[in-house]
């Protein structure tokens, strides 16, 4: 059996408190200048593409959380993301920032965040002014998109914002005036699936997590949640079974299927051995762009399920 070399030296996973300290002084600088934070996280992985250490120096600051790609997520965990977003005191939207679909759900949520804020502000005689946010979230998860598509043609800037850098100004857009320069925050990688579904989405690249590894995680997962997609789209016979425990085991597991995939693609090594590494990077591709079909990457958390039903809400179910 051929093993990646990559596979057994898999690296530690790094955490930069260096940068983290930076990009946190910097953030903390910019959220005193907003009314309402407007999170994003990648509509596949939720939770794994937010910075738990956000909702800290966001401290009581209302959210908006944007959840991106929904063009590339499993339609029915969107909802149930929302559901559980929502449940969770945030104003919830879920957009694919590239085409726009869902963006301008996005200020009828800035002025609901503020609301209350606005009314306190009424009954003291204060003048009604623009609701001011700024978009933050981990690279890579579609902030410029996102700022882009929001700003338009119509879009004009105004004033230089001081104690953040010199260049950072507000764009106006009607009632609400954004940061145009966004907030980028690491993920925090401490937990080794978490590491592995950023992977997957693509959020992290191959220097913490290598492809054979990364996509093994993902057939694994894949072929018990989606497995008619991946069926459809390599037209497998067999799937891998099993649930993950580590990289070696995984690769182990997924092996066959990717000689599979590489023997159809006609992915050929000397002497017509199939080249299950190269069709591993493939499916990542593939998987990334959307290709294989829309998919999310973790459930919403286990809530209770009568809860849900008497709600009349979609219910969950168990990651595994
Ligand atoms: N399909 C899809 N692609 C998206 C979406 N949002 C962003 N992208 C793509 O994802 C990639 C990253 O988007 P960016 O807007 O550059 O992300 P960012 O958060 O500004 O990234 P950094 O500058 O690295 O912090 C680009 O190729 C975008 O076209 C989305 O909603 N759907």
Request: charged share 25%; proline share 6%.
């Amino acid at each position: 059996m051929h093993v990646p070399a990559e596979v057994s030296r898999m690296q530690p996973i790094h955490w930069f408190p260096g940068h983290m300290a930076k990009a946190k002084r910097q953030i903390q600088e910019a959220l005193a200048l907003v009314d309402v934070v407007t999170e994003l996280v990648d509509a596949r992985l939720p939770q794994a593409s937010a910075n738990p250490m956000l909702r800290q120096i966001a401290g009581q600051k209302p959210r908006a959380v944007v959840m991106t790609r929904i063009d590339l997520a499993d339609p029915l965990q969107t909802r149930r993301w929302e559901w559980f977003l929502q449940r969770q005191g945030a104003k919830v939207v879920g957009v694919d920032a590239r085409s726009g679909e869902g963006v301008r759900a996005l200020f009828a949520v800035w002025e609901e965040a503020v609301a209350e804020k606005r009314a306190r502000e009424r009954q003291r005689g204060l003048r009604p002014r623009p609701v001011r946010t700024m978009v933050v979230g981990i690279p890579n998860v579609g902030k410029s998109s996102l700022i882009n598509r929001l700003a338009g043609r119509a879009a004009t800037k105004t004033g230089d914002l001081p104690g953040v850098t010199k260049a950072a100004q507000w764009i106006r857009l009607g009632h609400v005036e954004l940061l145009d320069t966004p907030g980028v925050l690491w993920p925090k990688l401490d937990d080794e699936h978490t590491a592995y579904k950023l992977a997957v989405s693509g959020a992290i690249k191959s220097e913490v997590l290598d492809i054979p590894s990364v996509c093994a995680y993902f057939l694994l997962f894949a072929a018990r949640h989606y497995p008619q997609l991946l069926q459809a789209r390599y037209g497998l016979t067999e799937l891998p079974q099993g649930t993950w425990t580590d990289a070696q085991t995984a690769w182990e597991m997924v092996e066959p299927v990717l000689q599979e995939i590489a023997r159809r693609r006609g992915m050929l090594r000397q002497g017509g051995v199939p080249d299950a590494e190269r069709a591993s990077e493939l499916v990542l591709r593939e998987v990334q762009t959307g290709r294989i079909g829309r998919m999310t990457f973790e459930w919403a958390p286990q809530e209770r399920l009568d809860e849900a039903a008497r709600k009349d809400e979609p219910g969950t179910e168990d990651e595994g």
